[in-house]
């Protein structure tokens, strides 16, 4: 037997299951269809538990009325973030994740939709000591020869952060695969100068530390523009008509920052 076939049964059957979920969103009366599992991490203010039990976030807001738009019931699914990325690469289930940036190497094994949130610029966040010259670009600060980065492990700067850190020599480059509060402590105790983070995060992640604002300095880059978006990132099981259904609905619904 064709070693494609399993994956091509399942996508035929996945298929089944959200054409029938199509069918319902227009029927007089509805039947019991298996929901689409949104999985999601800890990440505040982007998706996270709030303490009743519910999940919120600036992402999940947007994502839940596109799905309850687009009539296809979700259930959501707390999960690790590299785990959530293997899970979409494995292709075993069609399941889906909101928050991510858009990616050529995560092209290559998700679905994306159309944008449902736009990023306020990323910032830098230095100790305090740091001699950075006020409003040195992003360009300048990680094109300097002393200057020490500290990424987390399989994070997305954005497009434009991304391609300034891959010309970073590999020595000025850090990657840790603790939580970000985890590397707030590292740049505090001297381990690297600073992290790139967004401007929607910054005192939460200082704040998760147990450290203070005025042990850093937020560096504002001026040619980091406010261009980022965060997307629905499906698996290849997840039907293309299932996208185009969910786009739709997201030009009716979703609204982006300005």
Same mark, same amino acid.
């Given at each position: 037997?064709? =070693?494609?076939?399993?994956?091509?049964?399942?996508?035929?059957?996945? @298929?089944?299951?959200?054409?029938?979920?199509?069918?319902?969103?227009?029927?007089?009366?509805?039947?019991?269809?298996?929901?689409?599992? %949104?999985?999601?991490?800890?990440? *505040?203010?982007?998706?996270?538990?709030?303490?009743? @039990?519910?999940?919120? @976030?600036?992402?999940?807001?947007?994502?839940?009325? /596109?799905? /309850?738009?687009? +009539?296809?019931?979700?259930?959501?699914? %707390?999960?690790?973030?590299?785990?959530?990325?293997?899970?979409?690469?494995?292709?075993?289930?069609?399941?889906?994740?909101?928050?991510?940036?858009?990616?050529?190497?995560?092209?290559?094994?998700?679905?994306?939709?159309?944008?449902?949130?736009?990023?306020?610029? !990323?910032? +830098? %966040?230095?100790?305090?000591?740091?001699?950075?010259?006020?409003?040195? =670009?992003?360009?300048? #600060?990680?094109?300097?020869?002393? =200057?020490?980065?500290?990424?987390?492990?399989?994070?997305?700067?954005?497009?434009?952060?991304?391609?300034?850190?891959? *010309?970073?020599?590999? @020595?000025?480059?850090? /990657?840790?695969?603790?939580?970000?509060?985890?590397?707030?402590?590292?740049?505090?105790? +001297?381990?690297?100068? !600073?992290?790139?983070?967004?401007?929607?995060?910054?005192? #939460?992640?200082?704040?998760?530390?147990?450290? *203070?604002?005025?042990?850093?300095?937020?560096?504002?880059?001026?040619?980091?523009?406010?261009?980022?978006?965060?997307?629905?990132?499906?698996? *290849?099981?997840?039907?293309?008509?299932?996208?185009?259904?969910?786009?739709?609905?997201?030009?009716?619904?979703?609204?982006?920052?300005?």
């Amino acid at each position: 037997m064709s =070693t494609r076939l399993p994956a091509l049964l399942r996508a035929l059957s996945w @298929g089944a299951i959200f054409c029938a979920a199509f069918a319902q969103a227009d029927a007089p009366t509805t039947h019991r269809v298996t929901p689409i599992a %949104l999985h999601y991490y800890e990440r *505040k203010p982007f998706h996270y538990t709030a303490p009743d @039990g519910r999940v919120m @976030g600036l992402v999940v807001t947007p994502t839940e009325q /596109a799905f /309850a738009e687009a +009539g296809l019931p979700i259930k959501w699914v %707390l999960t690790p973030a590299n785990r959530i990325l293997f899970e979409l690469e494995r292709n075993a289930t069609a399941d889906c994740t909101p928050g991510w940036y858009r990616k050529p190497d995560r092209e290559a094994y998700a679905r994306f939709s159309s944008p449902i949130y736009r990023d306020r610029p !990323l910032v +830098g %966040l230095a100790r305090s000591d740091t001699r950075f010259p006020q409003g040195i =670009t992003a360009r300048q #600060l990680l094109g300097r020869p002393d =200057t020490k980065l500290l990424v987390k492990t399989n994070f997305s700067q954005g497009a434009y952060m991304d391609a300034l850190i891959a *010309k970073m020599p590999a @020595g000025q480059v850090d /990657a840790s695969p603790g939580e970000v509060s985890s590397l707030v402590k590292m740049v505090n105790a +001297g381990r690297a100068d !600073l992290i790139i983070t967004t401007q929607e995060e910054v005192e #939460l992640y200082v704040n998760q530390a147990e450290l *203070k604002m005025k042990d850093f300095r937020v560096l504002v880059f001026p040619d980091v523009p406010a261009v980022e978006m965060r997307y629905i990132l499906c698996s *290849k099981l997840v039907p293309a008509e299932v996208i185009t259904r969910l786009n739709k609905a997201i030009a009716e619904k979703v609204r982006l920052p300005p």
